[in-house]
């Protein structure tokens, strides 16, 4: 540090170079690049050598001086306390006035998924009798399971924290998977995928992984099956079933299309509210993607136009609540893919998100690390689809009604088969067809109509409508808010049900 020759006290590194600047200009030099680029910190520990040889640097001090000291006359020195402060604050800061923290930075580390059963005996017993209930036959044929609000309840519980721990993007899913695209409420489709893999006396979950690319809800009648089964099944094998987030697990989504109304229909209107408030905050704790033996991107509906890096979804946390908070997260979940465009274009069927070509789509894929893309959230008539040798996508609920593209313009509607993507140990994808079941679909339509009629929907939705931004603001669940699940009122509100079931 440079010593003020009228005070005696040492000169800040900046006010120092702004002094050799003017110095350089009053003799004439001007002022060039070399000055501008000059340091404005102090020189390196080499300058108290300089002070043991006087002869040498006394040439360098007499020429600043005989400038710098009329230029300091005209202004009184500031006080010896005030300069201490001042030097004291600049040595204790680094970069941009930001304080040094204490041991430095670190790299955030999320905690590891968890890949282990966590749950007690009582708890795996009863997660394998809702299995039992579940693959009834009875409810395989269309009767809705009664399960108690208390269980569904604690069942959501037990399976946040395991949710919880995986990121956004799952990057260590396995080789040896089966992929399956929407359900939409049909218990039967989800039967018949896992009764593929049964052998030896063994469920197909047993035999077999299970990566699930979202849209459990809505359209179907068993929907509620549906989520007490995956989420059973998630909380018994957390490291051979993977769930994954559709556009039909968010609120927005799944207050239009049949979900509510399935609650409502089986509860009465406060424990429905409950339940669907319940269930919706976990859907916010559902992963959005995930690369299955580092090879296969599998996410929903395809690919952002931007931040498809693996780097950028580490960053993106849970609980996420609406699909339009990030626009990657968005897109991934709402885009559809176009054989015949170049670039991206507005998703006029889908009044949201984007189509995206094949250019984009390998653009996204290199920037992923990835090779091929597995999606779902498109209607098929076969149920699969192949796009160049980029993309495959699947839709696994059968009897869907969807228009015939090669009808023309008025169109032929018909009834589709279902399909699921096998990956071997290898690498190697096949797809299974589901094919459709005529009398199965005729029974579904039948028992609709049993269930609650098309005004009392339209009031449900109605209602749900006005109370939207109270839904949205869902009350996601603290650990403490957990552990209290057993409240005395929400226990009273669950006996007082339980008793109409």
Known sequence: MVADSASGLPIPSVARHLENRNSTR???GGEGISDLAAPLTD???????????????????????????????QSAPEPADVRATALKAEAQQTFCGVPEMDGGWQLFEPP?????CKVSDADRAKLVEHLDNIFDDESLNGTRVAFLPYDVAYLTSLVIPILESEPMLITDVPMGITVVGDLHGQLHDLHRVFAAEERDGKKGWENMKYLFLGDYVDRGRQSLEILMCLFSLKCLY????????GNH????????????????????????????SQLNATFCYLSVCAIVGNQYFCAHGGIALSGMTRRHWKGILKPYLQSQDDVVVHDTIWSDPAGGLRGSTFNVERYTSHYYGLDLL???????????????????????????????S???????????????VMGIFKKNNGAIAVIDDNGKVRMSILPIDLERVAWDR?????????????????????EMPKFIEIRLMTRKERRSMRSPSMVTIWERDSSRI
């Not at 957390?238 to 994954?244: C, Y």
């Not at 697990?249 to 669907?276: H, M, Q, V």
């Not at 498109?378 to 192949?386: A, E, I, R, T």
């Not at 039948?446 to 006005?466: C, G, P, Q, T, V």
Request: proline share 7%.
């Open 362 to 392: 390998a653009v996204a894929l290199h920037s992923m690390e990835c090779k091929l893309l597995i999606r779902a959230h498109s209607m098929l008539n076969s149920g699969y689809d192949f796009l160049g040798n980029l993309c495959i």
């Open 446 to 466: 039948k028992l609709k109509r049993m269930d609650a009629n098309h005004f009392e929907f339209e009031m449900i939705r109605a209602k749900l409508s006005e």
């Open 43 to 73: 020189p390196a520990p080499a300058t108290a050598p300089q002070a043991t040889a006087p002869q040498a640097t006394a040439p360098q001090a007499t020429a600043p001086a005989a400038t710098v000291a009329p230029h300091k006359a």
């Open 26 to 28: 009053k003799a004439g």
């Open 394 to 408: 699947i839709f696994t609920a059968t009897g869907m009604k969807i228009k015939d593209q090669r009808a023309g």
């Open 238 to 245: 957390p490291d051979r079933i993977f769930l994954l987030r």
């Open 249 to 276: 697990e968010f609120i927005t989504t799944n207050s239009k299309y049949g979900f509510p109304t399935e609650l409502w229909d089986r509860y009465e209107e406060e424990t429905a509210r409950f339940l669907y």
């Open 112 to 116: 590891p998924r968890i890949k282990e």
